[in-house]
């Protein structure tokens, strides 16, 4: 059973559509991390989120913290083909980091 | 910039080898992890070390062991390679950010088949 876990786990979508991907757990988390993998690289970090209700942005994503700390999403507006990849979130849990299983995004041209 | 390399990008073995993956960070970080990640399961932590010659278990070390003699150099030891142990293997670097946000940096993965 995944302490994670993320929605959709595949997405395949037309370019300048937009789209929203969850992270999900019954867990309180101190901070929740989301990061973009490409196929034979390692993940990347894109954001982390500390304060509950908390709204991050990266140019076309937008981050949100739920109120509880137990859940978070990803929205990307106007996605292109360059946003293809996978999305992991990872939730802090003291020491160490939980990861989701993953949510695979193919932005087609 | 923070850099994580790993010895091998792709490595095939056979079962019951005994297998080394090298994992170097260049950062001065004491935290270093060791990962496996397989399709529909995300990142699995197997080992992971706060020091020199320190080390914890993860959440699925059997059949693992690591090595940290050097602060910047973190060993994971497969003491004999089995088919289930094929995998992506990913080693993490740990930056402590402000207040308790942890920020991982990883290396680009050793894609390991046991045939």
């Known amino acids: 059973t995944q302490l994670l876990e993320q929605s959709p786990q595949f997405l395949s979508i037309q370019e300048g559509e937009n789209l929203t991907v969850y992270c999900n757990s019954s867990s309180v988390f101190s901070s929740l991390q989301w990061y973009r993998q490409e196929p034979g690289e390692g993940p990347v970090l894109l954001v982390t989120v500390v304060t509950g209700g908390e709204v991050k942005k990266l140019k076309r994503l937008t981050f949100q913290f739920g109120d509880a700390r137990k859940d978070s999403s990803l929205h990307i507006t106007a996605a292109q083909p360059g946003d293809t990849g996978l999305y992991l979130c990872a939730g802090d849990k003291g020491n160490k980091l939980v990861f989701g299983a993953g949510t695979i995004l193919r932005v087609k041209s | 910039d923070v850099k994580v390399t790993q010895s091998s990008r792709y490595l095939v073995k056979r079962t019951g080898e005994k297998v080394f993956l090298e994992c170097v960070q260049d950062m001065d970080h004491e935290n270093m992890f060791w990962y496996r990640q397989d399709p529909g399961l995300g990142l699995r932590l197997i080992y992971f070390s706060y020091d020199v010659k320190m080390k914890e278990k993860g959440d699925i070390p059997e059949g693992y062991s690591v090595s940290r003699e050097k602060k910047e150099r973190f060993s994971l030891i497969l003491e004999s390679a089995s088919t289930n142990q094929t995998s992506m293997y990913l080693c993490?670097?740990?930056?402590?950010?402000?207040?308790?946000?942890?920020?991982?940096?990883f290396g680009p993965g050793t894609r390991l088949t046991v045939t």
């Open positions: 993490a670097s740990l930056r402590p950010g402000a207040g308790v946000v942890y920020e991982q940096y």
